[in-house]
């Protein structure tokens, strides 16, 4: 690991909001090239980026629609930038085709995605977190990607680093999975020093050009990188290809490519996995939540302790790849899950197939717009110790 | 036969048995071989294509810029030219449909060191990709840009696209193709573009040589090069292989440079016009960007010419 390039690092006690922390993550990160298309709520990310980038040395760029946008970070990418795009719900169904490219061409970049209620234009204003499954399973073909979501704007800034420095340990998309409420919520936000930050270096490989294949794994299934302009000659492309970058369209390619794409991502799940909890080894009903709707689950928490409830409360930080091992092992003493989530039912669907019924999974649905009261949370709670 | 660089090209595809088994395997003398990933032949184009042709004037193109190899990627998005990029040894990139022209956005503004060739197709670039063209050509990121244009989606079997002329029968159009098509050079010259030529696979010499012209121009390129289609567009509307398609553009072309480009239009048997229609200067996006930058922000400023993370 390295330090934080301190250009980038605005160190200090800060009152932000979350696109504005999560902006300000990015640049910490490494960030030098971001390319957006405007959409509420998630344009004051690339407002900031523009606004800053110029005085620590790099480009912003307006593209022309999040087709374009979320393509031009990946030809950033391989001319060696740390590349990010950022957008909302109707952005973020454009991109798919590019999170797919990122995925199969094992492009380092991290898709900020600020929810917004959906389906098409839906509530461009209002908060939702209906994108979970979109995120995980939106392109097409069989991949994986790394999704985390943010609860405060500080966690905005936080995970924003840790986005960019997966993708570039796994070489993957990374998505940061904030929404509305999160993205437009000002709160302290305390940005280190550059020394205390610390960042994941690009896996660029030593090999000399001729010695070099760019899509030879290492032992942790990731293959080296190189950077257009360097002498390596090397060819990307999206179609299955072998080692050496070259098209290759057999069976055995295929399931070479696309199963390594897979392993590569499931074989780190369990240290992938990243999420707070409370009170779950003698719970009898767990609250999962994520996001936003954590902080009203927190309070339909107390509110159910005071009435002599044995609850816990998990908060998952890492949500893609689901972390499937630790439902499953607190299914084994807890009685329910209740999984209040501002969709109609997504991530719940998740719980409850880890649970793999050992415990009872009580979705909490809300179709986007606001967030839950904590009645409703409380309500469920109570339903399933009847 | 070693092709020589200044001498005239042979007209038309030579029959191969005419080709002496020792002159095959003098290949490596070829001064295009150098260009090529010859591991990777044969390539996937049929007989009588003229993407190929295109090929070998852009490898003819760089050996005369003088450029640094190491320094010039190309990227290319799907399609039959799409697969241009695989081919060439160079830095490559074989995007997504309609999508190389902000993928090499991207790579141009992160490293502006870099020639960036974009190669493709024309239903890539003006169908599902127009959106992008007119945008790059509006900035004037400086980006080389060679579309091969055969009228039709070649690689999922000569379906019509935005450049088929009115009344030719592609495998969507059974009964004549009753649209429009694009204009492109015009279009390109309304967008912006600085450098606006036409040729076709029966104008190597010239077609090199515009080349060689938009690696030495800064700014938004374009070259639009005709190349035919025997196995769909020609066999469709009976205009036979590809000599005939030489014969063809041979007898059909007239060479008329800085014509107006909203006269280049395309028919389907009507003449082609040739040449180069625009050659100006306009101030470049990067360039743009920094002097607003720069007059703005002054000493905060921070310029940074390769945007490379450690």
Same mark, same amino acid.
């Given at each position: 690991?390295?330090?934080?390039?301190?250009?980038?690092?605005?160190?200090?006690?800060?009152?932000?909001?979350?696109?504005?922390?999560?902006?300000?993550?990015?640049?910490?990160?490494?960030?030098?090239?971001?390319?957006?298309?405007?959409?509420?709520?998630?344009?004051?990310?690339?407002?900031?980026?523009?606004?800053?980038?110029?005085?620590?040395?790099?480009v912003?760029?307006?593209?022309?629609?999040?087709?374009?946008?979320?393509?031009?970070?990946?030809?950033?990418?391989?001319a060696?930038?740390?590349?990010?795009?950022?957008?909302?719900?109707?952005?973020?169904?454009?991109?798919?085709?590019?999170?797919?490219?990122?995925?199969?061409?094992?492009?380092?970049?991290?898709?900020?995605?600020?929810?917004?209620?959906?389906?098409?234009?839906?509530?461009?204003?209002?908060?939702?977190?209906?994108?979970?499954?979109?995120?995980?399973?939106?392109?097409?073909?069989?991949?994986?990607?790394?999704?985390?979501?943010?609860?405060?704007?500080?966690?905005?800034?936080?995970?924003?680093?840790?986005?960019?420095?997966?993708?570039?340990?796994?070489?993957?998309?990374?998505?940061?999975?904030?929404?509305?409420?999160?993205?437009?919520?000002?709160?302290?936000?305390?940005?280190?020093?550059?020394?205390?930050?610390?960042?994941?270096?690009?896996?660029?490989?030593?090999?000399?050009?001729?010695?070099?294949?760019?899509?030879?794994?290492?032992?942790?299934?990731?293959?080296?990188?190189?950077?257009?302009g360097?002498?390596?000659?090397?060819?990307?492309?999206?179609?299955?290809?072998?080692?050496?970058?070259?098209?290759?369209?057999?069976?055995?390619?295929?399931?070479?490519?696309?199963?390594?794409?897979?392993?590569?991502?499931?074989?780190?799940?369990?240290?992938?996995?990243?999420?707070?909890?409370?009170?779950?080894?003698?719970?009898?009903?767990?609250?999962?939540?994520?996001? @936003? +709707?954590?902080?009203?689950?927190?309070? =339909?928490?107390?509110? /159910?302790? &005071? %009435?002599? #409830? !044995?609850?816990?409360?998990?908060?998952? @930080? +890492?949500?893609?790849?689901?972390?499937? =091992?630790?439902?499953? /092992?607190? &299914? %084994?003493? #807890? !009685?329910?899950?209740?999984?209040?989530?501002?969709?109609?039912?997504?991530?719940?669907?998740?719980?409850?197939? /880890?649970? &793999?019924?050992? #415990?009872?999974?009580?979705?909490?649905?809300?179709?986007?717009?606001?967030?839950?009261?904590?009645?409703?949370?409380?309500?469920?709670?109570?339903?399933?110790?009847? | 036969?070693?092709?020589?660089?200044?001498?005239?090209?042979?007209?038309?595809?030579?029959?191969?048995?005419?080709?002496?088994?020792?002159?095959?395997?003098?290949?490596?003398?070829?001064?295009?071989?150098?260009?090529?990933?010859?591991?990777?032949?044969?390539?996937?184009?049929?007989?009588?294509?003229?993407?190929?042709?295109?090929?070998?004037?852009?490898?003819?193109?760089?050996?005369?810029?003088?450029?640094?190899?190491?320094q010039?990627?190309?990227?290319?998005?799907?399609?039959?030219?799409?697969?241009?990029?695989?081919?060439?040894?160079?830095?490559?990139?074989?995007?997504?449909?309609?999508?190389?022209?902000?993928?090499?956005?991207?790579l141009k503004l992160a490293n502006p060191n870099l020639t960036v060739?974009?190669?493709?197709?024309?239903?890539?670039?003006?169908?599902?990709?127009?959106?992008?063209?007119?945008?790059?050509?509006?900035?004037?990121l400086d980006?080389?840009?060679?579309?091969?244009?055969?009228?039709?989606?070649?690689?999922?079997?000569?379906?019509?696209?935005?450049?088929?002329?009115?009344?030719?029968?592609?495998?969507?159009?059974?009964?004549?193709?009753?649209?429009?098509?694009?204009?492109?050079?015009?279009?390109?010259?309304?967008?912006?573009?600085?450098?606006?030529?036409?040729?076709?696979?029966?104008?190597?010499?010239?077609?090199?040589?515009?080349?060689?012209?938009?690696?030495?121009?800064k700014?938004?390129?374009?070259?639009?090069?005709?190349?035919?289609?025997?196995?769909?567009?020609?066999?469709?509307?009976?205009?036979?292989?590809?000599?005939?398609?030489?014969?063809?553009?041979?007898?059909?072309?007239?060479?008329?440079?800085?014509?107006?480009?909203?006269?280049?239009?395309?028919?389907?048997?009507?003449?082609?016009?040739?040449?180069?229609?625009?050659?100006?200067?306009?101030?470049e996006f990067l360039d743009?960007m920094r002097?607003?930058?720069?007059?703005?922000?002054?000493?905060?400023?921070?310029e940074v010419e390769h945007l490379?993370?450690?």
């Open positions: 690991m390295l330090h934080a390039d301190p250009k980038g690092v605005l160190t200090g006690v800060h009152f932000l909001d979350g696109d504005h922390a999560a902006c300000e993550g990015a640049l910490a990160a490494g960030a030098r090239f971001a390319a957006g298309y405007p959409i509420t709520p998630s344009t004051e990310v690339v407002e900031r980026f523009a606004a800053r980038i110029p005085t620590v040395g790099g912003f760029i307006q593209m022309e629609d999040e087709l374009a946008a979320s393509i031009a970070i990946a030809g950033a990418v391989w060696g930038a740390k590349a990010f795009t950022v957008t909302s719900g109707p952005g973020f169904s454009l991109m798919m085709e590019h999170i797919g490219f990122a995925a199969m061409t094992e492009t380092p970049c991290v898709f900020i995605n600020v929810q917004r209620g959906g389906p098409s234009t839906g509530l461009p204003t209002l908060p939702a977190q209906a994108d979970m499954m979109q995120a995980r399973w939106g392109s097409h073909g069989d991949y994986e990607i790394i999704a985390l979501c943010p609860n405060s704007p500080q966690e905005c800034f936080d995970l924003a680093i840790r986005a960019f420095n997966l993708a570039e340990q796994y070489r993957v998309p990374v998505m940061l999975m904030m929404d509305e409420c999160v993205g437009h919520m000002t709160e302290k936000v305390v940005i280190p020093p550059a020394e205390q930050i610390e960042i994941y270096p690009r896996r660029h490989t030593r090999r000399p050009p001729g010695q070099y294949q760019p899509f030879a794994p290492a032992e942790d299934l990731v293959p080296e990188m190189a950077h257009a360097e002498g390596y000659r090397f060819h990307v492309t999206g179609l299955t290809h072998d080692e050496r970058g070259y098209p290759s369209m057999t069976v055995a390619a295929q399931d070479r490519l696309v199963g390594r794409l897979k392993r590569k991502i499931t074989q780190a799940a369990d240290r992938l996995a990243c999420y707070q909890e409370e009170g779950v080894e003698d719970a009898q009903v767990i609250v999962v939540s994520y996001g @936003i +709707t954590s902080r009203v689950a927190q309070r =339909a928490v107390e509110l /159910a302790r &005071a %009435r002599g #409830a !044995k609850v816990g409360r998990l908060r998952l @930080i +890492t949500v893609w790849p689901f972390p499937e =091992a630790h439902i499953r /092992a607190l &299914a %084994r003493t #807890a !009685k329910a899950f209740v999984v209040p989530e501002l969709n109609l039912g997504q991530i719940s669907l998740e719980v409850e197939r /880890a649970a &793999a019924g050992q #415990a009872r999974t009580l979705q909490v649905p809300h179709a986007g717009g606001g967030v839950h009261r904590p009645e409703q949370i409380l309500d469920a709670i109570m339903e399933v110790l009847k | 036969m070693k092709a020589e660089a200044g001498q005239p090209a042979e007209l038309g595809p030579r029959p191969e048995a005419e080709i002496p088994a020792e002159e095959c395997e003098s290949a490596p003398d070829n001064p295009v071989e150098q260009f090529l990933r010859t591991d990777r032949m044969p390539h996937i184009w049929c007989p009588g294509c003229g993407i190929g042709t295109t090929v070998n004037s852009f490898a003819r193109a760089l050996l005369e810029s003088g450029l640094n190899l190491d010039v990627a190309i990227v290319s998005g799907i399609g039959c030219t799409g697969r241009v990029a695989g081919y060439v040894r160079l830095d490559s990139f074989h995007t997504t449909h309609g999508r190389a022209i902000p993928f090499a956005t991207g060739v974009v190669y493709s197709g024309d239903g890539d670039l003006f169908a599902i990709g127009g959106n992008h063209i007119i945008h790059a050509a509006r900035r004037n980006l080389k840009v060679i579309c091969v244009n055969n009228f039709v989606y070649g690689m999922t079997g000569g379906q019509g696209a935005p450049t088929t002329p009115v009344s030719a029968i592609t495998s969507t159009t059974p009964y004549g193709c009753s649209e429009p098509p694009f204009n492109l050079p015009a279009l390109m010259d309304a967008a912006g573009a600085v450098y606006v030529a036409r040729w076709t696979t029966f104008h190597v010499r010239q077609l090199t040589r515009a080349m060689v012209d938009i690696f030495r121009k700014g938004f390129c374009f070259i639009e090069v005709l190349s035919p289609c025997p196995t769909l567009y020609q066999r469709k509307n009976r205009m036979g292989d590809g000599l005939d398609a030489m014969k063809f553009y041979k007898q059909k072309s007239k060479i008329r440079h800085g014509a107006p480009t909203g006269e280049v239009g395309l028919t389907k048997e009507g003449d082609i016009i040739v040449g180069k229609f625009v050659d100006r200067d306009r101030p743009l002097r607003q930058l720069a007059g703005q922000l002054g000493e905060r400023y921070v490379v993370c450690n």
